[in-house]
């Protein structure tokens, strides 16, 4: 198939395919006589591969190494599992720094009291922190 094909099956741009091509994500396509790009159901399951890894958050560099991992079915999974539990760490912490956010933002929202922005608590406290 390709490159078009290829990402339209995948939802991934076709700059990004080049792009995991050229960092080694993915191996080099084959040329046709025209010099076309041609992927095969290979490269269809390693994209597959990288873009779920992706939407679970993981690095580039995790991927790597799990792509890598992937290719020894004969492996105990420790490494596989220590990377997710890394990223779940990884999750936890944006979750609390989000909370933290979501409650800073709704105390500034709560203290919003007046009816103009000359009034307006949030632009105050905006205004301070630039300030400060």
Excluded: W
């Excluded at 076309?36 to 597959?48: G, I, P, Q």
């Excluded at 792509?67 to 105990?76: C, I, Q, T």
Aim: aromatic share 4%; hydrophobic share 35%.
């Amino acid at each position: 198939m390709r490159i078009g094909e290829l990402a339209r099956a995948t939802g991934t741009k076709a700059e990004t395919i080049r792009y995991y091509e050229r960092e080694g994500i993915l191996p080099a396509a084959d040329r046709t006589d025209s010099n076309y790009r041609e992927y095969s159901d290979d490269h269809l399951a390693a994209l597959t591969f990288v873009r779920r890894a992706r939407e679970l958050g993981f690095g580039m560099a995790q991927v790597r190494q799990l792509l890598a991992l992937s290719d020894h079915d004969d492996k105990p999974c420790e490494n596989v599992d220590r990377l997710v539990q890394e990223q779940l760490g990884e999750i936890d912490r944006k979750i609390a720094d989000l909370t933290l956010l979501r409650e800073e933002l709704g105390q500034m929202l709560r203290s919003c009291l007046g009816e103009r922005i000359g009034d307006c608590r949030i632009i105050e406290t905006l205004n301070r922190a630039r300030r400060g």
